[in-house]
């Protein structure tokens, strides 16, 4: 996946658009759970996420006290949702999104916590409409690309 040019550009800035504190209001997933810290850039397009979570001892996703590279997926998820939250407005309905389907994804590492660094989480939405989306994700930490793959998301309104 190429670079978005707008999420480079606010990325170089070092931007924060969306903390932690928001982005857990903006997303289903709560608490510990919530694993992205910031949304460092976003447009129509694509989304571009920040977090340290992957180096936390107490990331619900570690088993037997590591964090293997699969779980990168969760963490491209809810890039996914944020960005799909954030595009629908402040006047959009809620929806609630579940992997359909994942291709061509490439763990090109064992684990995420061995990486001290960041994660950057870069989603681009490829195609879409109102009940389903494609996106394309990559996870690095500095130069080093960790995980990408393509995600098809079903999208469910909510009713309340």
Known sequence: ???????????????????????????????????????????????????????????????????GAACGIEFAAQAMAAHGRLCAGPGGRPQHGYLASL???????????????????????LAGDERQALYAFVLRSADVELLSGRATVILEADAG
Do not use: K, Y
């Open 1 to 67: 996946m190429a670079e978005h040019p707008s999420l480079a550009s606010a990325a170089a800035r070092g931007v924060v658009v969306i903390g932690h504190d928001e982005l857990a209001r903006l997303i289903p997933h709560t608490g510990a759970m919530c694993l992205i810290d910031s949304v460092v850039s976003w447009d129509q397009d694509a989304i571009r996420c920040q977090t340290t979570q992957h180096r936390s001892p107490a990331n619900p996703l570690r088993s037997r006290g590591r964090l």
């Open 103 to 125: 291709r061509q994804v490439d763990c090109r590492c064992e684990r995420l916590d061995t990486f001290a660094g960041d994660l950057i989480i870069d989603v681009e939405r």
